[in-house]
T-cell receptor
Framework: EPEVTQTPSHQVTQMGQEVILRCVPISNHLYFYWYRQILGQKVEFLVSFYNNEISEKSEIFDDQFSVERPDGSNFTLKIRSTKLEDSAMYFC?????????????FGPGTRLTVT | GQQVMQIPQYQHVQEGEDFTTYCNSSTTLSNIQWYKQRPGGHPVFLIQLVKSGEVKKQKRLTFQFGEAKKNSSLHITATQTTDVGTYFCAGPRSNTGKLIFGQGTTLQVKP
């Protein structure tokens, strides 16, 4: 069964450093998302992406965040200057169709630890 | 903004007991989705409910969508240790697929 994959599984970085989290969505999916989950808390939406542009972003997704689909398979989340409060699990998700009525497939996540 | 609330936050049951988690939205939803997250894992889609008053079953799991499409519940009959995890409801916020997740209910099952 096709899966969303994410790398790395765990990233440790120092405050102020840039990190890039990588995702490979399911191959025939067209809609991509990033969510984050602070330890023990709920899953929070960051951004949705379609047709090489952001469809929607949350208030968490400020100027320090950016997303890119550099080629036909990868979808990346970049944090320019990490803060301690960016420490969380970051999940990539994809769906085949657009809109609120279609299930999203989540990747295994990248645990980001900012020290 | 739209909020999705879930209760209880935690539930400990003896294996074989039933379990229910409740989800309430501050606004009417076009649909509601349920996800399960095993400890250390990622959210996995369980089901989607669309129609007012809809009831769907998956083996021992029963999902309901309220008549006003603002609340939902998940009921597990005769829990097993494999049911352990956090159950999240999620409602769509817009046409872009953005999901607003509830806080989740973490289920522990004692064998």
């Amino acid at each position: 069964e096709p899966e969303v994959t994410q790398t790395p599984s765990h990233q440790v970085t120092q405050m102020g450093q840039e990190v890039i989290l990588r995702c490979v969505p399911i191959s025939n999916h067209l809609y991509f998302y990033w969510y984050r989950q602070i330890l023990g808390q709920k899953v929070e939406f960051l951004v949705s992406f379609y047709n090489n542009e952001i469809s929607e972003k949350s208030e968490i997704f400020d100027d320090q965040f950016s997303v890119e689909r550099p080629d036909g398979s990868n979808f990346t989340l970049k944090i320019r200057s990490t803060k301690l409060e960016d420490s969380a699990m970051y999940f990539c998700a994809s769906s085949r169709f657009k809109g609120p009525s279609y299930e999203q497939y989540f990747g295994p996540g990248t645990r980001l630890t900012v020290t | 903004g739209q909020q999705v609330m879930q209760i209880p936050q935690y539930q400990h049951v003896q294996e074989g007991e039933d379990f229910t988690t409740y989800c309430n939205s501050s606004t009417t939803l076009s649909n509601i989705q349920w996800y399960k997250q095993r400890p250390g894992g990622h959210p996995v889609f369980l089901i989607q409910l669309v129609k007012s008053g809809e009831v769907k079953k998956q083996k021992r799991l029963t999902f309901q969508f309220g008549e006003a499409k603002k609340n939902s519940s998940l009921h597990i009959t005769a829990t097993q240790t494999t049911d352990v995890g956090t159950y999240f409801c999620a409602g769509p916020r817009s046409n872009t697929g953005k999901l607003i997740f509830g806080q989740g209910t973490t289920l522990q099952v004692k064998p």
